[in-house]
């Protein structure tokens, strides 16, 4: 199954980005008992104690889930696969939204990007940079015997600009509104549900 074989989008009214943080937080679920069963659940609070090793190891470990779905949607350009590349960039979507929720933010933390976009590598290079100063933000290295506080208002705040600047990356894509990256992100979600129920 893929986003092809989901016809209908479910659009409640609520605004895009509650109801993303809402499907989120339904799939989510499911996938921390298939991580957990697998024994690579690292910290299974949510939110994360953001001041703790297991903790920033967790949303690391999505930071990198963001980045690697976003090499994913390059390499489908390079192939000329837009259909591909915006299936990529729905996963991305899904493991920053994730990597909110992880944090402690919400829905209400995070605003769409606004603007336009036409370079694919430059969105996705925000994303990115931003990614990595909010995760330079956590200092407390697998390496390290001593704990160091999380500024969290300065990680919170690169999350939420790299969350806004994936917008830019759909809009580099092609989708042009915020209902046309819902529809990619409800889509891959449903595919995500039946991957889970049929374990995939």
């Avoid at 999505?62 to 590349?85: C, G, I, P, Q, Y």
């Avoid at 990595?132 to 160091?148: T, Y």
Wanted: glycine share 6%.
């Amino acid at each position: 199954m893929n986003i092809h074989d989901v016809k209908e989008v479910k659009n409640d009214g609520r605004p895009i980005i509650e109801q993303i943080f809402h499907h989120q937080r339904d799939v989510m679920k499911k996938y921390h008992e298939i991580e957990w069963k697998n024994g690579l659940l690292l910290d299974e609070k949510v939110p994360v104690d953001i001041n703790s090793h297991l903790g920033q190891a967790r949303l690391k470990d999505f930071a990198w889930r963001v980045t690697e779905e976003l090499m994913e949607s390059a390499e489908a350009m390079e192939n000329e696969d837009l259909v591909h590349a915006r299936e990529e960039g729905a996963d991305a979507l899904h493991f920053i939204t994730e990597l909110c929720i992880l944090s402690g933010m919400g829905h209400s933390d995070v605003k769409f990007g606004s603007g336009s976009s036409h370079d694919h590598v430059i969105e996705m290079h925000g994303v990115i940079l931003d990614l990595g100063k909010a995760m330079n933000c956590l200092k407390n290295k697998p390496w390290k015997q001593s704990q160091m506080l999380t500024d969290v208002d300065r990680y919170k705040k690169y999350v939420a600009s790299a969350f806004a600047n994936m917008w830019f990356v759909f809009y580099s894509l092609g989708v042009e509104n915020e209902e046309g990256i819902f529809n990619f992100y409800f889509r891959k979600n449903q595919v995500n549900k039946f991957r889970q129920r049929s374990k995939y």
